[in-house]
């Protein structure tokens, strides 16, 4: 059975226990989740495969899923965040999804769908050891947040064992498609002076690579 690593990084310290809460609730086999945060946490966790560590880099979502995924060491990695929920048997489904893949190569990444239904970027990545080892990084650490998925998504389609759902898989409670608190988190992840230096370093990276 491949291990699965569940990278989690969070600003939002009261939300950390549910979030752990819904990624285990199933008890499932062969997890463990990284969590970083800007703080220590001095909540309870009844899971011994979490550890917690804390952000001493730029505290921002792209360095702290960096993190995690950097000092994890399972067979497949995927990025939690605070506002995703996964389906039911979402780690035996995805096991089999790339039991099926690595045939082909060793290399996969999967892009499942959230309600957004949008194939333009990877909101939420899925990818194997193999994949991440390639660059040792989830995304390049110049991205604070906006278009890092993007970026994700056009550089695994090149150079990857890659593939795409048809059908929504997350459920994830997003503002654009759910009505959801708009708070100081959100404000600085969405802000103008993000939104302009990601699409700058999208270009960039797009020339570097040649996608």
């Not at 939002?12 to 990284?34: C, G, H, N, T």
């Not at 100081?184 to 570097?208: C, N, Q, W």
Request: net charge negative; aromatic share 12%.
């Amino acid at each position: 059975m491949r291990s699965i690593s569940l990278l989690y990084t969070t600003a939002r310290p009261q939300v950390i226990s549910k979030v752990i809460e819904r990624w285990f609730a199933e008890d499932p086999q062969e997890i463990d989740m990284i969590v970083v945060t800007d703080d220590p946490f001095h909540g309870d966790v009844a899971h011994p495969s979490v550890r917690f560590v804390v952000n001493s880099g730029r505290r921002d979502a792209v360095t702290g899923w960096n993190l995690a995924a950097q000092l994890s060491a399972g067979d497949i990695l995927i990025q939690v965040s605070d506002d995703l929920f996964p389906p039911l048997k979402w780690a035996e489904t995805i096991r089999s999804m790339i039991d099926q893949l690595v045939e082909i190569r060793s290399d996969v990444v999967l892009n499942l769908l959230d309600e957004r239904r949008d194939q333009r970027a990877v909101f939420h990545p899925i990818l194997t050891r193999a994949a991440f080892d390639k660059l040792s990084y989830l995304y390049p650490p110049d991205f604070e947040s906006m278009f890092s998925d993007n970026w994700f998504c056009a550089y695994h389609k090149k150079y990857s064992c890659y593939a795409c759902s048809n059908e929504i898989f997350w459920h994830h409670r997003h503002r654009t498609t759910h009505e959801v608190e708009i708070d100081d988190v959100m404000l600085a992840h969405e802000s103008p002076e993000r939104f302009e230096k990601g699409k700058e370093t999208f270009k960039k990276y797009i020339r570097e690579h040649d996608l």
